[in-house]
């Protein structure tokens, strides 16, 4: 079955603009979180979306954002972009049960550049 | 506070040698753990997960870890690395939901 799809896989933006990231999870599954991966500060998670509710929220500022729609494909926001949201965006998709929910299936991410 | 540590940040192994790398978790309650790989450019690939149960797990591409409760470790091994092994690792522990905490990761290169 398909894997897990994020678009666009690569965008440029200039500091101050606003940036939508989509993903599709895998068939039947439910949940979708998002993670934020920086040579820095390395793999951080932003949120997770369980039918269409916000389930799990990380440490980030209220410019990121997300929402998860009746199909469970979710899209994340992040608004008024500075250099430091630069990263490789990360969507994963889990059946978001049980012991399920801890088994995340990854996309192969969105490279956003903040110029 | 939950956490995860992967001591090795580079580690170079020859091509056909063994290899393990290290993680140490902190985390109250029994864990979920897991080992993740990436290569460049790419997203995270599951090798293999341990939720209970037997202490020694096999995963994909010939990898295998050993949960020790006692040392708060999850090393994962493999026998023979192969070039094609050269990437990041990263060790998890799950939390709520959706929710893991990843090590820094540790890049693996493989010397022919």
């Known amino acids: 079955k398909a894997g897990v799809t994020q678009t666009p896989r690569y965008l440029i933006k200039t500091r101050g603009q606003q940036v939508t990231l989509s993903c599709s999870p895998i068939s039947g599954h439910r949940s979708v979180s998002w993670y934020q991966q920086t040579p820095g500060q390395g793999l951080q998670f932003l949120f997770e979306?369980?039918?269409?509710?916000?389930?799990n929220k990380g440490n980030f500022p209220g410019r990121f954002s997300g929402r998860q729609f009746s199909n469970s494909r979710s899209e994340m926001n992040v608004s008024t972009l500075e250099l430091g949201d630069s990263a490789l965006y990360l969507c994963?998709?889990?059946?978001?049960?049980?012991?399920?929910?801890?088994?995340?299936?990854f996309g192969a991410g969105s490279r956003l550049t903040v110029l | 506070a939950q956490s995860v540590t992967q001591p090795d940040i580079h580690i170079t192994v020859s091509e056909g040698a063994s290899l393990e790398l290290r993680c140490n978790y902190s985390y109250g309650a029994t864990p979920y753990l897991f080992w993740y790989v990436q290569s460049p450019g790419q997203g995270l690939q599951l090798l293999l997960k341990?939720?209970?149960?037997?202490?020694l797990v096999q995963g994909i591409k010939g990898f295998e870890a050993e949960f020790k409760r006692s040392q708060s470790s999850f090393n994962l091994r493999k026998p023979s690395v192969h070039w094609s092994d050269a990437a990041e690792y990263f060790c998890a522990v799950g939390t709520q939901g959706g929710k893991l905490i990843f090590g820094q990761g540790t890049e693996l290169s493989v010397k022919p």
């Open positions: 994963a998709s889990s059946l978001g049960t049980g012991a399920g929910a801890n088994v995340l299936t």
């Open positions: 979306y369980f039918s269409e509710t916000q389930r």
């Open positions: 341990y939720f209970s149960g037997d202490t």
